[in-house]
């Protein structure tokens, strides 16, 4: 049995982590939600710092 299971797209900006999903848009944010078999969550994240300071400046 394939496993389908899907992450969403725009979980870097929109979630703190990523929002996995068997469905075909995010439950969370209905971004698209797309395959997750080459894992897109790398916790060296070179932007994360960055990404996160950015986040609290905007809030
Ligand atoms: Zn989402």
């Known amino acids: ?4 299971i899907r992450v969403c797209s725009a979980w870097r ?4 982590r990523p929002v996995y999903t068997l469905s075909v848009d995010c439950p969370d944010c209905g971004a698209d939600a797309v395959n997750s078999a080459p894992a ?7 932007y994360g710092e960055y990404r996160r300071s950015l986040k609290r400046r905007n809030r």
């Open 1 to 4: 049995m394939k496993s389908d």
């Open 13 to 16: 900006e929109r979630h703190d």
């Open 40 to 46: 897109p969550f790398d916790p060296e994240d070179p």
